[in-house]
C-alpha cells in the first residue's frame, strides 16, 4: 500500500517549520518562540508546552521508567527516541550533523547550534547565580554548581581518598597517579600528563615564550 505523502502548506512565520495542522502550528510558535510553558510538574519546578513532554518526563524523572532497553549495552530510556539516537551515535557512529567551520559531528541538531554557539561564536548565554561562571551548556553548569558551591564529588578513587565532580577527572586521576600513563608529551621537554587541559595550560605557562617564537 503506498503512502501519500501530503506537502505541508502552513509555514511558522519565523523559522522554517512546516506543517499541517493549525492547531500544531500554534502550539510550536507557543512553545519555541513565545516560550510559553503551560504544563507545569507537580513535583519540581520542570514547565513544557506539550502535555506529553511533561508526562515523559515524570516517568523519567520521577517515577524512574526507563522501559526502553538496549541490545547492546546496560543504557535504558523513558522514550524511544532516545533510545534510537543512543544506538546510532554509540553503537553505529551514526553522526549525521557536521560543523560547517570545523571537524565536529553530531547526532543531534540541537548539539550542532550549541557547539556552533559555544565554540565558533563564543555566546555563553548560560549564567551562574552564584559567580561570574558562564557557560553554553546547562550539563556545564549543574556541573559547576555541584562542584565549586555545593563541594559535591560524587567520584571517588578506589585506590586513595580522591574524590570528583566528574567523572573524567577521576579516570585522568587513576591513570596519571595509579596506573602512570601519562600519553600527552610536551615538545618542548619532558613533561607528560594524562589529560591534554594539562599539557595546555603547562606550554602556555611554561613555554610561553618559546611558542610565542615560533
Do not use: W
Amino acid at each position: 500500500m503506498e503512502k501519500i505523502h501530503q506537502e505541508k502548506t502552513l509555514e511558522c512565520e519565523f523559522c522554517q517549520y512546516k506543517t499541517n495542522y493549525k492547531g500544531n502550528l500554534k502550539k510550536h510558535i507557543k512553545a519555541v518562540h513565545e516560550n510559553v510553558k503551560d504544563f507545569e510538574c507537580e513535583f519540581c519546578d520542570f514547565k513544557t508546552a506539550y502535555n506529553n513532554t511533561l508526562t515523559k518526563h515524570i516517568k523519567a524523572i520521577h517515577e524512574n521508567r526507563k522501559e526502553f532497553e538496549c541490545q547492546y549495552c546496560q543504557y535504558k530510556s523513558s522514550q524511544e527516541g532516545n533510545l534510537d539516537r543512543h544506538i546510532k551515535s554509540v553503537h553505529e557512529n551514526v553522526k549525521s550533523f557536521e560543523c560547517q567551520y570545523c571537524h565536529y559531528r553530531t547526532n543531534l541538531k540541537y548539539n550542532l547550534n550549541t557547539h556552533i554557539k559555544a565554540v565558533h561564536e563564543n555566546i555563553k548565554s548560560v549564567e551562574c547565580e552564584f559567580c561570574d561562571f558562564k557557560t553554553a551548556y546547562k550539563t556545564s553548569l549543574t556541573h559547576h554548581i555541584k562542584s565549586v558551591h555545593e563541594n559535591i564529588k560524587p567520584f571517588e578513587c578506589q585506590y586513595c581518598q580522591y574524590k570528583s565532580s566528574y567523572k573524567n577527572h577521576l579516570k585522568g586521576h587513576i591513570k596519571s597517579v595509579h596506573e602512570n600513563i601519562k600519553p600527552f608529551k610536551c615538545q618542548y621537554c619532558e613533561y607528560k600528563t594524562s589529560q591534554k587541559g594539562h599539557l595546555k595550560r603547562h606550554i602556555i605557562s611554561v613555554h610561553k615564550n618559546i611558542k610565542s617564537f615560533e
